[in-house]
């Protein structure tokens, strides 16, 4: 008997608590292959995406390696995918300044 762990419930779970709009979150799971792959897609308001990533990075890393884990009990692989977030914020988002090449100067020191 294959047992597959609800990584709906667990992505809920992990993820609402981060949320402002909590009733926006879809997660839609897809089981690839003969059931050793799972496909999880995860969408949310652009609004709540630094708080999902956080800095760095580091809350979606804790969520992948959790959900990462479970399947590792299983015997599954997992690939976690965001959607909804990145793109509409950054067609808001006005275009980045690049720094001048090169190395800053240190002012100069006054003489006298």
Do not use: H
């Not at 292959?33 to 990075?57: P, Q, Y």
């Not at 950054?90 to 800053?104: F, I, K, M, Y």
């Amino acid at each position: 008997m294959s047992v597959t762990p609800d990584y709906a419930g667990l992505i809920r779970f992990l993820v609402e608590p981060f949320l402002e709009t909590p009733d926006a979150l879809k997660v839609d799971c897809e089981l690839l292959s003969n059931g050793s792959r799972i496909w999880i897609r995860l969408a949310f308001e652009g609004t709540d995406k630094g708080r999902v990533f956080g800095r760095g990075g580091r809350n979606v890393q804790a969520i992948r390696s959790a959900i990462e884990g479970v399947a590792k009990t299983v015997g599954q692989t997992v690939n976690l995918d965001v959607y909804g977030s990145a793109r509409e914020e950054s067609e808001d988002r006005p275009p980045r300044r690049d720094r001048p090449a090169g190395r800053p100067t240190a002012p100069r020191r006054k003489e006298g």
